[in-house]
């Protein structure tokens, strides 16, 4: 029970943080999570960081992606989410997303 709380703190943490930025200078966080970077296959062999595939099926990482692989080392799977607009591909929030890493 220690442990689920000590996880949600550290989630909440993270979430607070990026939530409080976004509400800062929301141009300056847009950019920096929808930016993706070429990565090869390396982070393959970790289970947390979360790498996609771009138009050209090369890997990409972004920095939500790499905040997750530091979210699911220190807790049990749990990791955060960027919440879109409908209409627009604008961040308005984060919030927490827990993931069975076993099950996929």
Request: proline fraction near 2%; charged fraction near 30%.
């Amino acid at each position: 029970m220690r442990d689920e709380v000590i996880n949600d703190e550290i989630i909440q943490c993270f979430i607070d943080t990026l939530n409080e930025a976004l509400r800062l200078n929301p141009s300056v966080i847009e950019a920096l999570f929808h930016n993706r970077v070429k990565c090869g296959d390396g982070f393959d062999r970790n289970p947390h960081i979360q790498v996609g595939l771009d138009a050209k099926g090369d890997r990409t990482l972004g920095l939500l992606g790499l905040i997750n692989g530091i979210c699911g080392n220190l807790t049990d799977g749990q990791y955060i989410q960027a919440v879109l607009a409908e209409e627009k591909d604008l961040i308005i929030s984060f919030e927490e997303w827990k993931q069975d890493i076993e099950s996929e």
